[in-house]
């Protein structure tokens, strides 16, 4: 059985609790910190009008440049529509980076209303400032689950700890565990992220989420790289615990990740469906005790009914019944039990056959 603890008050157990969705607002909004309190707030609201459904809120702190190298290597990525683009690494990192003041700004937004937020963190002063914040959880990005030094100290701060596995072998993914767990930390979420940004369907490996929970039996969880969403609802009939999709407010554009973006207008809709999707998968037998709300109409059934008008001694066959709707006699799933009865009482053609006209 894997193990079960709870990520920003909500509990991760797949068969008995809906899955635990993570809201990305990542880096999403430049350095624009107005925006990024405004999607923080959208959020937040859209959570608490979709209550049966977990929510908790996702970024990243990115508060120095020098994680990137100066240099001439350059990063690709695309648009949805598949315009391509380009890119200075370090440039890139620079027009994203912002202050750990800005980062507390766009916070508070959680912090005074009691949202819980998982922050990605890429260094220790990022992950110390994300845990005097308030963060309820920590994610190691898949570039970093490597990282030894960065994974040891996430794992020393006393909250559940996600791995991103990214292209990781198994191997490193148990390096990572075992890192993890010898500082400290046992409440970890494997985090399964499909090749590519965006990720095509026949790139996802979303079985690799069952390995995982067999070979760490831990909750696993699905980091959503693709343009739709319908890989978030595979994921969850798969078994995950946690699924992650960034939100935007112009999904459409050209930068970084924005390809695997949903907008930021369809969450409270997206929402909704991964909780109807997690009903869905009920239980592994049904309970035909307990009546389901919302069905309509009744589950029929057909019984023995005399074809002709019958007499005492008559043995019942095909040549003398037929079977009908509604099941007011003998069900037809018993005939085995009933062949070549002789009748004890009679019965008029039409009517149906009951156990007390069997001798």
Known sequence: MAHSFSLGGYELSPKDKPPVFLAEIGGFFGQDVGLASEMVQRIIAIGQANRNQPMVLKTEILHD???CLPGVTLETYASKDGR???ENYRKLIERKVLSL???AKILRNCTDTGTPFIVSVYDFKGADFACEMGACSLKIASANLVHIPLVRHCASKDI????DTGRATLSEVERA???AREAGCNDLVIEHSPDGHPALPKAHNLRILETYSDVFSLPVGLSDLHTGIEMLYAAIA???AVVEKGVHVAPDDLDIDISHTMDLCD???VLNKVHDVWLALGRPERDLGVPIEGVIGTSQRQCLVAAKNLVVGDRINLDNVRFAFPCRGIPVQDWDVVLDKALSSDVSAGLPIQWNDVG
């Open 65 to 67: 440049a020098e994680i």
């Open 101 to 103: 003041s800005n980062y």
């Open 267 to 269: 969450l409270g809709d």
């Open 238 to 240: 798969l078994g995950a």
């Open 160 to 163: 559940p700890l996600i791995l």
């Open 177 to 179: 565990v075992l890192v």
């Open 84 to 86: 391509v683009q380009k």
